[in-house]
């Protein structure tokens, strides 16, 4: 017995049984038309020529009105089954009849519209299509032996029944197991593609990037992860060397000796450090492979904040327990300076204590403001008046000529950022600008525009553009060429932007170099009061 859900869909192949079903109408409706004519059948029509014609055609619409409830599957299955083999059994008989009775074998074509009755989901229905069959074949003898038909009549009509019910019931015996098998596979598609999303997501979610690709280097499948380590837009079966050409020969490396390399490899153009690790999709390798690709770039730098956060806690602590011991030798070397002025040797001996008592302060103040890069008074800056301000202060303090740093802002722009958090980066971006320019007027330039969302503060100097190994370490703390400097200034101005809501970077270009702020505009969010008072401008340097 065919078993199916209430409302269930049954498979395609039921309902491309019945389109065979009629098609085997069309066929039945030329031979009934040609047969008598063109074929030499005789038999056919032999009773009533006209008439059967006529039922004929009659047929012939039928299947061409079954077509038009076919190619819509309305009425539901059932009832099509039912209302097109109810209407097959009662034409093939009737022409049966107008052949002359069952003597002339159009009775068994009737085995198949009972063979299509057989996939009807309910046994019942089957039995009743089989026996309303067999109840017209009958009917259609007894009209026969009425007119003195042979008495062999019954004995074919009976058996001529039995097979249709034979016929029906196999069917549908057939149609179940091929239901159950369609039901099972439609089961099995269902968790697959249930499977294969939960697999989508899961890949789509993961932190690494993650590549499937075949035996001829082809990606067949990828997450975005993938496209964004790789900055490379992967289409259908694009080519792994097409992104990542050492990659590329990664994989073939480790798919003829099976040994991984594990050094990192660059990508692209922001020099990412990437690392491949490869899974077979098969012993031999030779059928593709799992590629999971790791940041290395997000690693080193989780490690180097780790590092710098335990680094800073310790410095701060110790720059706290240096700084009083510091002030008194300074104290002491001012008072031997004083009383030493008629002795050269101790005089020079004071002002070396005294030089590098100031050095040690100065890298004393820098390490304690890496500890009070949270305090903030986020306010809306003018940035042409602060910046004209800014640089007359730097230039009198530095003992800059006038006209060699040129200020160039918008009158009306304004900028989100705590005032003493912007002139401290913006000191040690002068500073360096200063030391490594021309020193010719206008050799250095800070100039501001306005975007769309931000603002940029930029500061250039007409020296030597930085060189791409010093790009790679310039805002490493305690990294400097100039040994008079700690190596914390442009650390220290970055971390300063940051907390900010801002960005600090070096913008590379083919002559001189510059760095740009990128800052908030209006309006802003106040992210706290400053706890207590700053010291003077930090003067780390690169």
Not at 370 to 391: I, K, N
Not at 395 to 409: D, K, N, R, Y
Request: proline letters at 4%.
């Amino acid at each position: 017995m065919i078993r199916a859900l209430p409302g269930a869909p049954l498979p395609e192949s039921f309902w491309r049984s019945l389109r065979h079903l009629n098609r085997f109408r069309y066929f039945l409706t030329l031979f009934f038309l040609l047969g008598p004519r063109y074929v030499g059948l005789s038999v056919l029509g032999q009773e009533a020529p006209r008439q059967f014609l006529a039922v004929s055609l009659a047929y012939g619409a039928l299947a061409l009105l079954a077509d038009r409830f076919l190619v819509r599957q309305r009425p539901p299955f059932e009832l099509q089954v039912l209302a097109q083999v109810t209407l097959d059994a009662l034409f093939i008989v009737y022409l049966m009849h107008l052949s002359g009775g069952n003597g002339s074998g159009l009775g068994l074509l009737l085995m198949v519209p009972l063979a299509a009755a057989g996939m009807h989901p309910q046994v019942r229905s089957t039995l009743f299509l089989a026996a309303f069959a067999s109840l017209l074949i009958l009917i259609e003898q007894v009209a026969q032996s009425l007119y003195g038909a042979d008495d062999g009549g019954f004995l074919r009509a009976g058996l001529l029944s039995t097979g249709l019910f034979a016929v029906a019931l196999f069917s549908h015996f057939l149609a179940g197991g091929t239901l159950s098998a369609s039901k099972l596979a439609g089961e099995k598609a269902a968790q697959a593609e249930e499977l294969a999303r939960i697999n989508a997501r899961v890949i789509e979610d993961l932190p690494h990037g993650v590549l499937v690709i075949d035996r001829l280097g082809s990606v067949v499948q990828h997450n975005a992860r993938a496209e964004a380590l790789l900055e490379c837009r992967m289409y259908d079966l694009a080519s792994l060397s097409h992104c990542a050409p050492q990659l590329e020969r990664n994989w073939r490396a480790w798919r003829d000796t099976g040994v991984a390399s594990g050094q990192p490899f660059n990508v692209g153009h922001s020099h990412r450090h990437l690392r491949a690790r490869f899974s077979e999709l098969e012993p031999t390798r030779r059928e593709g492979a799992i590629i999971v690709v790791e940041d290395m770039t997000e690693l080193e730098q989780t490690a180097q904040n780790m590092k710098l956060a335990a680094l800073g806690r310790l410095t701060a602590n110790l720059a706290h327990e240096i700084r009083n011991p510091l002030s008194a030798i300074h104290q002491a070397a001012s008072l031997l300076h004083e009383e030493t002025q008629a002795e050269p040797l101790l005089q020079r001996l004071t002002t070396i204590i005294d030089s590098n008592s100031q050095r040690l302060n100065t890298l004393v103040e820098d390490v304690l403001a890496l500890s009070r890069r949270d305090r903030l008074d986020t306010e809306a800056v003018a940035v042409d008046e602060f910046l004209r301000a800014f640089v007359l202060e730097f230039q009198q303090s530095e003992e800059i000529p006038a006209g060699m740093i040129v200020v160039q802002a918008p009158e009306t722009l304004r900028i989100c950022f705590d005032r003493l958090h912007l002139n401290q980066i913006l000191w040690n971006l002068c500073r360096n600008a200063w030391r490594y320019c021309t020193r010719t007027p206008r050799s250095v330039q800070v100039r501001a525009l306005a975007g769309e969302a931000t603002a940029v503060v930029e500061v250039y100097n007409d020296g030597e553009p930085i060189s791409a190994e010093m790009q790679a370490r310039l805002f490493e703390p305690f990294y400097t060429t100039d040994r008079r400097g700690t190596g914390l200034g442009l650390h220290i101005a970055r971390e300063l932007a940051e907390a900010n809501g801002s960005k600090l970077s070096y913008v590379d270009q083919p002559d001189g170099a510059m760095f740009r702020l990128s800052c908030r505009l209006p309006p802003c969010e106040r992210a706290g009061a400053r706890g207590q008072a700053r010291g003077q401008p930090l003067s780390g340097t690169l």
